[in-house]
C-alpha cells in the first residue's frame, strides 16, 4: 500500500459548485498534515495545514479523519483560478514530509 | 527575504554528466528538503537536512545523488553521471516549525 493515495482525478467542476476530495494515510503515527495547491510547471504552494479539529480558510475547508486515515479538502463556490492540482503531505516523528500524487481539479465555467 | 531561492531555473546536460543544483532556504529555518518531481506525480523525496545534519536519504536515491549543507545555511544537490532518467524538476524546500515553503525549482533535462 502507497503511503500516501490520491484520487488523481481530474473533476471537473462547474464554476460556483462544490467539491471535494480525500487523501489517505498509511502511517498511523503522522503527525501534521497539509494541503498544496500546485500549477502547472510550477511549485507546489502551501494552502493550509489541517487541524485535528477542522480548519477552513475563506471557500477552503479541511478536515482530518484519524480514525480512517484520511483527510479531506472542500472548496465552495469553486472559481476558474481555483483549477490547479491539489497535493495533500504529511509529517510523522522525524520530520520527513511525504507528498501524495496530486488530485486535478478543472473548473469549467 | 523573498523566499526559497534555487539556481539554475533551467538545466540541459548531456547524458554522462555531472550536475549541482543549489538551494537557498528562507533565512533562520533550519530543516531543508530536496524533492523530485516528475509529469502528473507528486514530489518524490529524496533527502532532508536539519541544520547541517543529513537526516534521512531515501532508499530510492542512488549514489550518484549527494547533497550537502555545509553551514546549515544554502544546500547542493548533485547528480554524478546522469543519465536521460533523472530529468525532472528538482525542488527544495525549507521550513523552521511544521510548515514547508519551496522554491521554483530547477528543471533539468539530460540528453
Known amino acids: 500500500r502507497k503511503e500516501v493515495e490520491q484520487d488523481p482525478g481530474p473533476f471537473n467542476v462547474p464554476e460556483g459548485a462544490t467539491v471535494a476530495f480525500n487523501c489517505t494515510y498509511s502511517n498511523s503515527a503522522s503527525q501534521s498534515f497539509f494541503w498544496y495547491r500546485q500549477d502547472c510547471r510550477k511549485e507546489p504552494k502551501l494552502l493550509m495545514s489541517?487541524?485535528?479539529s477542522g480548519n477552513e480558510d475563506g471557500r477552503f475547508t479541511a478536515q482530518l479523519n484519524r480514525a480512517s486515515q484520511y483527510i479531506s479538502l472542500l472548496i465552495r463556490d469553486s472559481k476558474l483560478s481555483d483549477s490547479a492540482t491539489y497535493l495533500c503531505a504529511f509529517k510523522a516523528a522525524g520530520n520527513k514530509l511525504t507528498f501524495g500524487g496530486g488530485t486535478r481539479v478543472l473548473v469549467k465555467p | 527575504d523573498t523566499g526559497v531561492s534555487q539556481d539554475p531555473r533551467h538545466k540541459i546536460t548531456k547524458r554522462g554528466q555531472n550536475v549541482t543544483f543549489r538551494c537557498d532556504p528562507i533565512?533562520?529555518?533550519?530543516?531543508l528538503y530536496w524533492y523530485r518531481q516528475t509529469l502528473g506525480q507528486g514530489p518524490e523525496f529524496l533527502t532532508y537536512?536539519?541544520?547541517?545534519?543529513?537526516?534521512?536519504k531515501s532508499r530510492l536515491l542512488s549514489d550518484r545523488f549527494s547533497a550537502e549543507r555545509p553551514k546549515g545555511s544554502f544546500s547542493t544537490l548533485e547528480i554524478q553521471r546522469t543519465e536521460q532518467g533523472d530529468s525532472a524538476m528538482y525542488l527544495c524546500?525549507?521550513?523552521?516549525?511544521?510548515?514547508?515553503?519551496f522554491g521554483q525549482g530547477t528543471r533539468l533535462t539530460v540528453v
Open positions: 537536512f536539519q541544520n547541517e545534519a543529513q537526516l534521512e
Open positions: 489541517v487541524y485535528s
Open positions: 533565512s533562520e529555518h533550519n530543516r
Open positions: 524546500a525549507s521550513s523552521s516549525q511544521d510548515e514547508a515553503f
